[in-house]
């Protein structure tokens, strides 16, 4: 196995490294002259606008600052770091630097979103041909790359299908079907915006069960929210006979297309029946995650959906590219201004850089690679794979340690801290478990053979090594910052802390003290 030893800091947050009165830099007093002539810049806001206190900001120099982010860095995994095909359903790729050249250019990163029109032609246009692009790729009629990632994006095509039904007079379409294997997100914005929602389970094969959705159909059908592949990989044969019996009920078809790695070029949601669909530009379209953001899930509907997208679109006269605020029965705004450029910026290149034909090796790549992965893992003793009737996978696969773990006592958790230990990220599922123990893979197209079998040698050392010696699997891990977690945080709501000052209310006393 390759040697791996990360950095480890005791790095506090940086709130705690704060010391009153340490600054990063000293801004020098405005000269008599200058207040007299212009003011002093405060008097002239109103006085509810004026903070009766300073917020309650680290107070660090700029030397700590440094210190203190390159220190976190160091315990931080990534694509360009690690071969990182175990962020199942996360689609991680290779992001070709030239297109960092672009967004880094001040032509991209000193753009402001309330500059005139005319001064921002060139960005407005790579918004609208990437509309374009994405046009091509999926069947549908517009795009709008508001959405801030997928699970926004998710929330506008339910609150779209919501107006949509809203203005037909049709209030009592109040449910929304979606799959166990979809992401969890399609039912969560459904709950959201108020829907009650019902759920399909697969059939013995792993697909969603039809029979269970003409059974779900009904008056109160608003729409299908619905993954294809889904989480496991299996893509739906029948999927336009889904869209179709929806349809049928009066319900509109919304296409949550996060694993879309696998079918760029092969399928389309408009061939599917699909109403509306999104893909994710740091995703798919390789531009990064940024731990979370800047994202951008691209919202892409039919003809009759235009008016209901959000505000405002790209339009192109023939002559300027103009933002449209006209869309008569729009949904508003999902997030500030037009969404993020640089992930739409990283996803034009991308595209233009590629081609047609590279879009369509892209999917035929990454399926090999993900079969070739399911060949393995079949191999290694203690893993299995869900709905083994299904062998043929898309871009992905959840697979079990549930043999492994019945065997050993060695879970899913202890194996993703060893491989920690190598320098390597193992993802499970979304949570609740549906597969026992699972663990989920997706080696994208960015990766070679070589580094698919230096991954997948490292993962069967771990197996063996949970059979022969258990206790050091269970105690892992030696060489990381990673740790093992006490679940009770993740289940407890009341326990949770999202903001330094949420922690300091519900894990610190007045004093300060821990």
Not at 78 to 84: F, H, Q, R, S, V
Not at 227 to 239: L, V
Not at 418 to 447: C, K, N, V
Request: charge should be negative; aromatic fraction near 10%.
């Amino acid at each position: 196995m390759k040697r791996f030893h990360q950095a480890k800091w005791d790095e506090p947050v940086i709130f705690e490294l704060s010391t009153e009165g340490e600054r990063g830099i000293l801004i020098p007093k405005t000269e008599k002259e200058i207040e007299e002539s212009v003011g002093d810049g405060l008097s002239v806001l109103p006085e509810k606008m004026i903070r009766k206190k300073p917020p309650s900001l680290p107070e660090i120099s700029q030397m700590r600052v440094l210190k203190h982010y390159l220190r976190l860095s160091q315990e931080c995994l990534g694509a360009d770091l690690n071969i990182d095909i175990g962020q199942g359903t996360c689609t991680m790729k290779y992001n070709p630097k030239i297109n960092e050249v672009f967004v880094r250019s001040p032509k991209a990163s000193e753009l402001h979103p309330l500059q005139d029109e005319g001064t921002v032609q060139g960005s407005l246009e790579i918004m609208y041909r990437l509309d374009l692009f994405l046009r091509e790729i999926s069947g549908m009629d517009r795009f709008t790359f508001q959405p801030g990632g997928g699970s926004q994006a998710i929330f506008g095509m339910v609150s779209i299908i919501h107006a949509y039904h809203k203005l037909k007079g049709e209030d009592k379409r109040d449910e929304i079907i979606t799959t166990i294997f979809s992401h969890p997100s399609d039912a969560a914005a459904a709950a959201v915006k108020g829907y009650k929602v019902i759920t399909i389970y697969p059939d013995a094969d792993g697909l969603p069960d039809i029979e269970a959705l003409k059974k779900a159909v009904s008056e109160h059908t608003a729409g299908l929210l619905i993954t294809n592949p889904e989480d496991t990989g299996i893509f739906n044969p029948h999927i336009a006979e889904f869209t179709k019996i929806v349809h049928e009920a009066g319900g509109l078809c919304g296409y949550d297309q996060a694993n879309a790695n696998g079918i760029l070029g092969i399928t389309r949601a408009k061939e599917a029946g699909f109403d509306l669909c999104f893909f994710n530009l740091h995703k798919t379209f390789s531009s990064p995650h940024g731990c979370g953001g800047p994202a951008t899930g691209a919202l892409g509907v039919k003809k009759e959906l235009i008016p209901f997208l959000p505000v405002p679109v790209v339009d192109y006269d023939g002559k300027k590219y103009s933002l449209n605020y006209d869309l008569p029965s729009t949904i508003g705004k999902i997030r500030e201004f037009y969404g993020v450029f640089p992930a739409v910026l990283r996803a034009y290149a991308w595209i233009m850089g590629l081609g047609a034909e590279g879009l369509k090796e892209v999917a035929n790549v990454a399926v090999l690679n993900n079969n070739y992965v399911l060949n393995r893992i079949k191999k290694i003793r203690g893993a299995s794979f869900s709905f083994p009737k299904t062998e043929n996978r898309i871009e992905q696969v959840r697979y079990s340690w549930e043999e492994l773990t019945k065997d050993t006592g060695v879970t899913t958790e202890d194996i993703i801290r060893r491989m920690a230990d190598f320098g390597f990220h193992l993802w499970t599922s979304h949570h609740p478990f549906i597969i026992p123990q699972p663990f989920t893979i997706e080696p994208t197209e960015s990766y070679s053979k070589k580094e698919i079998d230096e991954y997948l040698d490292t993962l069967e050392n771990i197996a063996k090594e949970a059979y022969e010696n258990p206790e050091k699997v269970k105690n892992a891990p030696y060489n990381s910052v990673v740790h093992k977690i006490d679940q009770s945080m993740l289940d407890d709501p009341e326990k949770w802390a999202i903001t330094w000052r949420s922690y300091l209310k519900k894990h610190r006393n007045n004093s300060g003290g821990t």
